[in-house]
């Protein structure tokens, strides 16, 4: 009679009984995360396309730049396809290009309708407002952290987030950012006046300058901060003392128990050139004093100043602002330097004027400026008769090809390796994956900063990056759950079908014959893993192609 083994005592036989559902439960999410990745229901589509109205300004804009380019003898390129305008309105929206399943749903759509159908369900999609809101958030407050204690860049962006999705009128949001009073950290757009406290300085309030720099910047497009040290030495209108009497309109913020707060005993002071004494400084505003109203305190008459309907600044900045983001150029360069008296850019002055009559909505802007000639035009040109020149790429006669910025290079390579859109509805480890990766890219690639619209060339460390770094590795190595690279080579067997399906995932286009036979070849008699290695090398190449890093 054989013995019968001895029960395991009841803390391993626990243990061993929490291992087995621990690796149960793992292998049930790895199994119905690859499930999702694989399938996704068709979202319904979205109905709300250009109003006619809208449609009207954009054409309006569309003769103001032929008549423009009539006038300079420039003969503009030819419409780009659609799929171009799709991954330049991805690009601009998201941060990334579209994926497979969205190019699919695109292309089922009539042909009249696509490029309003796109914009519309990007518009409806949290990842435009949550990348539009840090784009917009490096305006307002910059990408520095800040003084940790009474600031958080965070709840700022989120706020912001909030605002774009829900589509607040754009003077309201400014308004409340000049305006704000209360905590950090329960009233968000307060941290636009936090971000300025020098926690090394003797001073533990705002700082009037850095506030004044930022919304004459941000908000009125001018640079009347570079008149903080001295009267303009080219004649022009600011003088040090415009700057400093905007700079007043920020003395009475202070910080208390309740966060910031207005006290209007505090007053401002400065030392003007030439001068060895400080003086006090009365609060005026450089320009339009009319529009200034008389009520409330410093900060809300400013911020009712700033976004008046007859202050045209206002209105122009915040169009400059919004095709820079479009087309990664600002229409008036510098982004925040426009006269006030003009000449002003083709198009500027009719889609300010349509902006502040519609209520400042900040998606019919981008609507508006999406369906124009100059953002659905080519970039380059097949006509040996009418090559690009520097006075097509001045004029908006082609369209500005620009490098990618290190997010929108990062989101692409990681929307490509999934056949389906990384979105909200996006299963959770596969974003946590995408915002470390994203994170890790950045750093290593570098940030652009602030200065978002400056030339930018592409440098060596950055090729290596590409070339050899971990998240275009990871990407493309051989992962039949997480990599589209795999599953394709896996699932379809055509080699037509497989390489058209990579160069929609990486490049948004197909491959022209002379390509789509190159590859061909490469994959000729390979089954199995070889097979998905020469997918992986295609996918590397493709993003490792000049191409992938321009928008164009």
Not at 252 to 267: F, H, N, P, Y
Not at 365 to 373: E, G, K, P, Q
Request: hydrophobic letters at 40%; one cysteine or more; glycine letters at 6%.
């Amino acid at each position: 009679m054989s013995a019968t083994p001895p029960p395991l005592p009841p803390a391993v036989g626990a243990r061993a009984m929490m291992k087995n559902l621990l690796f149960i439960g793992l292998l049930a999410g790895l199994i119905g995360y690859a499930i999702s990745q694989l399938w996704k229901p068709e979202p319904a589509p979205s109905v709300s396309f250009v109003a006619d109205d809208a449609a009207a300004v954009s054409r309006k804009v569309d003769a103001a730049f032929v008549a423009d380019w009539n006038e300079k003898k420039i003969q503009p390129l030819a419409p780009a396809d659609d799929l171009a305008v799709m991954r330049r309105l991805g690009l601009a929206l998201t941060g990334s290009g579209p994926s497979v399943e969205e190019i699919r749903h695109f292309e089922k759509q009539p042909e009249n309708r696509r490029i309003e159908w796109w914009v519309s369900r990007l518009l409806d999609d949290r990842r435009s407002s949550a990348y539009l809101a840090e784009r917009f958030a490096r305006i307002f407050v910059g990408v520095e952290n800040g003084p940790f204690i009474v600031y958080r860049r965070h709840r700022m962006v989120r706020w912001l987030d909030d605002q774009i999705f829900e589509n607040k009128p754009y003077n309201d949001l400014v308004h409340n950012l000049i305006a704000a009073e209360g905590l950090w950290t329960t009233h968000p757009e307060a941290n636009f006046i936090t971000v300025s406290i020098d926690q090394n300085n003797q001073k533990n309030g705002p700082d009037e300058v850095k506030l004044a720099a930022r919304t004459t910047r941000a908000f009125l497009g001018v640079r009347i901060d570079c008149m903080q040290c001295h009267d303009d030495m080219f004649g022009d209108r600011w003088k040090q003392k415009d700057f400093h009497q905007l700079a007043a309109f920020f003395s009475q913020a202070k910080m208390g128990i309740t966060g910031v707060q207005e006290d209007s005993k505090l007053e401002y002071a400065t030392r003007f050139r030439g001068e060895s004494e400080e003086e006090p400084v009365s609060a005026a505003v450089p320009f339009s004093p009319e529009l200034l109203p008389k009520d409330g305190n410093l900060r809300q008459r400013l911020a009712t100043w700033t976004t008046h309907d007859d202050n045209s600044a206002f209105a122009r900045t915040a169009v400059n602002r919004v095709w820079a983001l479009m087309f990664n150029q600002p229409l008036h360069f510098p982004v925040d330097n426009i006269p006030l008296e003009g000449p002003y850019p083709p198009g500027m002055k009719i889609l300010a004027t349509d902006f502040v009559e519609n209520g400042y909505d900040l998606q019919r802007l981008v609507r508006i400026i999406a369906s124009t000639n100059a953002f659905q035009i080519e970039s380059r040109s097949t006509d040996p008769a009418n090559p690009v020149t520097e006075g097509h790429e001045q004029n908006w006669a082609a369209f500005p090809m620009t490098r990618l910025r290190p997010e929108q290079v990062a989101d692409s390579v990681i929307q490509s390796s999934t056949l389906s859109p990384l979105d909200a509805d996006s299963h959770i480890i596969s974003r946590m994956r995408e915002f470390f990766e994203t994170n890790d890219f950045i750093k290593r690639y570098g940030d652009l900063g602030e200065d978002e619209f400056g030339e930018q060339a592409g440098t060596i460390p950055q090729r290596l990056v590409m070339m050899n770094g971990k998240l275009v590795r990871e990407r493309t190595k051989e992962n039949p759950v997480m990599n589209a690279s795999t599953r394709i080579a896996g699932l379809t067997k055509d080699h037509n079908i497989a390489i058209e399906t990579a160069y929609l995932a990486v490049l948004s286009r197909r491959p022209s014959s002379e390509e789509n036979d190159h590859f061909v070849s490469e994959f000729e008699g390979k089954y199995g893993s070889d097979r998905s290695r020469a997918m992986q090398d295609l996918y590397w190449a493709l993003i490792n192609s000049t191409e992938f890093t321009w928008n164009h």
